[in-house]
DNA sequence: GCCAACGTTGGC
DNA sequence: GCCAACGTTGGC
């Protein structure tokens, strides 16, 4: 999952209540179409740092609570207010709850995933690649846990 | 700051 | 339903 650290880093989360947040505001339907019908609970998740000088994996979470309809669709006074979803009343956009879970040495940055070879086929590291969630297999989790040198808290 | 890649919008 | 125009993302 990626986010701009300036908007809401991983230091953000281990700050959040219960190291905790609702992963609101994403208003693409592919994201959408993961974290509605994809996300199980106990999921694992890399934290992204998109649109920074330490572009990278800076953390990692988990999945504690599956897709729900996104409230701040609906809220006006929120940035991500989807005037169109309002007015008709139905909300399509929806979101999980994620928690982090473990701290990594230093960001693992672009170079460094990169210069896996197993992690060639990761979707982040394509070219143009911008979706804001993606899927991850298990094996890419487990190896940038372990480039990260990825610690529980 | 540049610009390629991609998604969305809207005229037709 | 096509596609040009536009807006956004995000690496560099």
């Known amino acids: ?14 700050k959040a209540a ?30 992204y740092h998109s649109n920074s000088e ?10 504690v609570k599956a897709g729900y309809p996104d409230p701040s669709a609906l809220d006006p006074k929120s940035h991500y207010y989807d005037e169109n979803a309002a007015k008709k009343g139905e909300n399509p956009w929806f979101l999980v709850d994620v928690k982090a879970t473990a701290k990594l040495r230093a960001t693992v940055t672009r170079d460094e995933l990169r210069a896996e070879k197993k992690l060639a086929k990761m979707m982040v590291l394509q070219k143009g690649s911008r979706l804001s969630v993606q899927p ?7 190896l940038v846990c372990k480039l990260g040198a990825a610690r529980k808290i």
């Not at 947040?21 to 999921?43: C, H, I, K, L, P």
């Not at 330490?54 to 999945?63: H, L, N, P, R, T």
């Not at 991850?136 to 487990?142: H, K």
């Open 136 to 142: 991850v297999t298990a094996e890419e989790f487990e």
């Open 1 to 14: 999952m990626k986010s701009e650290p300036d908007v809401f880093s991983f230091e953000d989360l281990l």
């Open 18 to 47: 219960g190291r905790t947040t609702s992963w609101e505001g994403v208003r693409n339907y592919q994201a959408r179409n993961f974290m509605r019908d994809e996300f199980r609970v106990g999921d694992g998740v890399l934290f």
């Open 54 to 63: 330490e572009a990278g994996i800076a953390g990692i979470a988990e999945v």
